[in-house]
């Protein structure tokens, strides 16, 4: 692959009710759906992708399928090993839960949670494989924030500080050895819908 469009899945229920999801299988809210659709228009003007590949949870397929079908980019198939981060034991809860089980120090705790080696580990058997079936290709990966996070950090050499949001497209580009980070966190296919809401 020469270039990779990471894509956060759409806005679920748990989005929106603050739970942490991790590699639960919890589905997209309408409001993901309509972000998905957005994203699909713009990429449907924006050619060069030659195929999606999405992570098997339910919320990343639909997205990558809503994606596909407003673009007209061929959905490839889903992939376990582009998976959400295993949260452990907090999956599931609300931050308020999380301080109530485990106390305000919570993120100090060993509750389980996927390290970014065991994660990146995981993003490196995927790339060692689709590089090869896909090679010289452009791909877009229908994925998590959490999972996305540490490609994007370790492309850079540095933390990244936002929050990635939902249907958001980060492009990876190849360089020799090294991936170049020309877009990181773009969303302005949801300008539209933020027009909307403040009309």
């Known amino acids: 692959m020469k270039t990779i469009g990471l894509v956060r899945h759409g806005t679920t229920e748990w989005n929106l009710a603050g739970r942490m999801q991790g590699q639960m299988d919890t589905p997209l809210a309408e409001a993901g759906r309509v972000q998905a659709r957005l994203l699909g228009r713009r990429l449907a003007s924006e050619p060069g992708w030659d195929g999606i590949i999405a992570s098997d949870l339910s ?32 999956e599931g809860t609300t931050r308020e839960e999380r301080i109530a089980r485990f106390g305000e120090s919570w993120r100090e705790l060993d509750l389980g949670v996927e390290s970014d080696e065991q994660l990146l580990s995981r993003w490196d ?46 492009v990876l580009d190849r360089d020799g050895e090294r991936w170049n980070v020309p ?5 302005e296919h949801l300008r539209e819908l933020e027009l909307s809401q403040q009309g």
């Open 183 to 187: 877009l990181i966190n773009c969303t």
């Open 125 to 170: 058997s995927f790339l060692g494989d689709a590089g090869k079936s896909h090679a010289g290709r452009r791909i877009l990966i229908v994925t998590h924030g959490g999972y996305i996070a540490p490609i994007v950090q370790r492309a850079l050499g540095r933390i990244l500080e936002e929050n990635l949001d939902n249907t958001s497209l980060t």
């Open 59 to 90: 919320r990343a397929a639909e997205t990558a399928q809503i994606v596909a079908a407003a673009s007209g980019i061929p959905l490839i198939g889903t992939d376990a090993r582009l998976r959400e981060r295993s949260f452990g034991q907090i």
